[in-house]
């Protein structure tokens, strides 16, 4: 994680517990830390660290924009290259095409992104600062023109057409994740404000998920559900 807090401001973020522990004021998507240390503190980790895959991030995301000017995860997956480290990406953001070049220098990379919904006006309501739906796909259109693993994480799933999205995402990726949302009183008072309180109902995970899961292994697409 080599940022605290993240610019994409997405309103049901589980990482926002982070702030009890950075003291900021500020809500949550309206700050962010920039660990600039980061890529020197991993060198001196992986000469002593046990192989396996290191994850590229777990409480923000490491293509946010700040990541423009500070190139921390590009620094970071230099560090880990030089080790032959196994890497998994999560990212919402087109940046992570900057860094095209180190990902096919991997022996083992994937880059999975962030897909919540098909739909732009959902996108907009819950991830409010983060590249819209269409821009994601096509950065997955370019990672698999480059031969790079990729994957998408529906996670949390959001309010979905469930063909609408196996058809945006049709041959575009190798792996599909699928997890259901985690609702804070927030976010429940989010979805009553907006009138979705239906997409509330633990039925609606139970059967989108199973519809996902099936379309998708009809196209071959390996499925994991997370919940």
Not at 88 to 96: A, D, E, G, K
């Amino acid at each position: 994680n080599p940022y605290v807090g993240c610019g994409h401001g997405c309103r049901y973020c589980y990482a926002s517990f982070m702030k009890r522990f950075t003291g900021h004021l500020e809500p949550w998507g309206e700050f962010v830390d920039v660990k600039v240390n980061a890529p020197q503190l991993l060198r001196k980790q992986l000469k002593r660290a046990k192989r396996g895959v290191v994850s590229l991030s777990t409480v923000t995301d490491p293509y946010q924009p700040l990541e423009e000017t500070y190139q921390l995860t590009r620094k970071c997956l230099e560090a880990l290259l030089e080790h032959q480290f196994s890497v998994s990406i999560l990212t919402r953001s087109f940046l992570c095409l900057r860094d095209i070049d180190l990902f096919k220098e991997f022996k083992n990379i994937q880059v999975g992104l962030s897909i919540t919904t098909h739909d732009e006006a959902m996108k907009k309501i819950f991830e409010p600062h983060s590249p819209p739906i269409c821009s994601r796909v096509e950065t997955l259109k370019k990672l698999r023109e480059e031969n790079v693993e990729t994957y998408a994480f529906i996670g949390p799933m959001l309010p979905l057409d469930p063909e609408s999205l196996v058809t945006m995402l049709d041959g575009l990726v190798d792996e599909v994740l699928i997890d259901k949302m985690n609702y804070s009183n927030k976010v429940k008072s989010l979805y009553r404000k907006m009138k979705l309180d239906p997409y509330l109902e633990e039925d609606y995970f139970h059967y989108v998920g199973l519809e996902l899961k099936e379309r998708f292994e009809k196209k071959g697409v390996e499925v994991s559900m997370c919940y």
